[in-house]
């Protein structure tokens, strides 16, 4: 993966918890550094990504609306 490149996980059409799971299955087996995408159109994404991460200690990066779904970006920090 290119520097500024992010593994995009399509979590759209799947409704809490599945992107937030999707997001966790991803980070525990990416190396630290990676920046991961997450596509969900459940709302509920837009707030409970940010919040897993930050208290799990990984690096929230921004959440984008786009038409019709979010992109929320997190990095792997540790």
Same mark, same amino acid.
């Given at each position: 993966?290119?520097?500024?490149?992010?593994? !995009? &996980?399509?979590?759209?059409? /799947?409704?809490?918890?599945?992107? =937030?799971?999707?997001? &966790?299955?991803? &980070?525990?087996?990416?190396? !630290?550094?990676? %920046? =991961?995408? !997450? =596509? /969900? /159109?459940? #709302?509920?994404? /837009?707030?409970? &990504?940010?919040? @897993? %991460?930050?208290? !799990?200690?990984?690096?929230?990066?921004?959440? *984008?609306?786009?038409?019709?779904? @979010? #992109? *929320?970006? *997190?990095? #792997? %920090?540790?």
């Amino acid at each position: 993966m290119a520097e500024g490149e992010a593994k !995009v &996980i399509d979590a759209r059409g /799947s409704y809490c918890p599945g992107p =937030l799971m999707e997001l &966790i299955r991803a &980070i525990q087996t990416e190396p !630290v550094g990676t %920046v =991961l995408e !997450v =596509l /969900s /159109s459940d #709302r509920a994404s /837009s707030n409970d &990504i940010p919040e @897993w %991460v930050k208290k !799990v200690g990984q690096e929230y990066l921004e959440t *984008v609306a786009e038409d019709g779904y @979010w #992109r *929320v970006r *997190v990095r #792997r %920090v540790k």
